[in-house]
């Protein structure tokens, strides 16, 4: 019987309302500041990147920070990863939640306007596809490519895998992507000590073309799985 309970709790039991109403509040924040951010950037980019990073968790400001931690000392790697976490892990499971509570609509693209902007069904059904060919630990894959996570997050949801399965897969590739981006940085930075511009243009260049190879093996792999139809288009 608890087997069977737990095995219902993570296949798709509807979730609570306050839970749901938290689980979309959180999700709308991923989505809206950051774009509110974009016209701080310029302001920010030069002695405020684990601000950056708090409101745009992106890999490039987190090579940045790297790289500031190898030339000037600062940030902290412990103030760069709590500037990551809000944005880049709660969110990215709220995103999940979301997914969960809005599964069929989604499918449908019917979904509220913000999420169906937030969550292109082309790229939903993308990450459902690799989902399903290769399990939910592609999370660890996808947080090092660019594949968004909040889309990724969110397809895992509306697909009923499972969520501690998924949860842990994330966690592992959100740490995994933390570390490699501001690792690179800071190994950016040394080559810029000892190198200069050049020698750190053609780092980053490697580090892109890198992350651009392994976002293109996902989606062939996703692609080599034949859509499913949607059994509630019936």
Not at 97 to 119: D, T
Not at 203 to 218: E, K, Y
Not at 224 to 229: F, S
């Given at each position: 019987?608890?087997a069977m309970?737990?095995?219902?709790?993570?296949?798709?039991t509807?979730?609570r309302p306050?839970l749901r109403r938290?689980?979309?509040?959180?999700a709308?924040?991923r989505?809206v500041i950051?774009l509110l951010?974009?016209?701080?950037i310029?302001?920010?980019i030069?002695d405020?990147v684990?601000?950056l990073?708090l409101?745009r968790?992106?890999k490039?400001?987190?090579l940045l920070?790297?790289?500031q931690l190898r030339?000037?000392?600062e940030?902290s790697?412990?103030l760069l990863?709590?500037?990551?976490?809000?944005l880049m892990?709660v969110?990215?499971w709220a995103?999940f939640?979301?997914?969960?509570?809005?599964?069929?609509?989604?499918?449908?693209?019917?979904?509220?306007?913000?999420?169906?902007?937030?969550?292109p069904?082309?790229?939903?059904?993308i990450?459902?596809?690799?989902l399903a060919?290769r399990?939910?630990w592609?999370?660890?894959?996808?947080?090092?490519a660019?594949l968004?996570?909040?889309?990724?997050a969110a397809a895992?949801?509306?697909s009923?895998?499972?969520?501690?399965?998924?949860?842990?897969?994330?966690?592992?590739g959100?740490?995994?992507g933390?570390?490699?981006?501001?690792?690179?940085?800071?190994?950016l930075?040394r080559?810029?000590?000892?190198?200069?511009?050049w020698l750190t243009a053609a780092?980053?260049?490697?580090?892109?073309?890198?992350?651009?190879?392994?976002?293109?093996?996902?989606r062939?792999?996703?692609m080599?799985?034949?859509?499913?139809?949607d059994?509630?288009?019936d």
């Open positions: 019987m608890t309970t737990e095995r219902s709790t993570d296949r798709g509807p979730l306050w938290t689980a979309v509040t959180v709308v924040l989505y950051p951010a974009v016209p701080m310029p302001f920010l030069t405020r684990p601000l990073v409101l968790p992106q490039e400001f987190l920070g790297g790289g030339v000037l000392g940030p790697v412990a990863f709590a500037a990551y976490v809000p892990i969110a990215i995103f939640a979301v997914g969960r509570s809005y599964g069929p609509a989604l499918r449908r693209g019917e979904g509220p306007a913000w999420l169906q902007r937030a969550l069904p082309r790229q939903l059904e990450a459902q596809r690799v060919h399990g939910p592609i999370a660890v894959l996808g947080r090092i660019a968004p996570p909040t889309v990724l895992a949801g509306v009923e895998v499972p969520a501690r399965r998924y949860l842990a897969a994330d966690l592992v959100a740490l995994a933390f570390g490699i981006a501001v690792g690179a940085g800071y190994a930075g080559a810029y000590e000892d190198g200069g511009v780092g980053v260049a490697v580090f892109v073309a890198l992350i651009v190879l392994l976002t293109r093996w996902i062939r792999e996703a080599a799985v034949p859509a499913e139809p059994p509630s288009a």
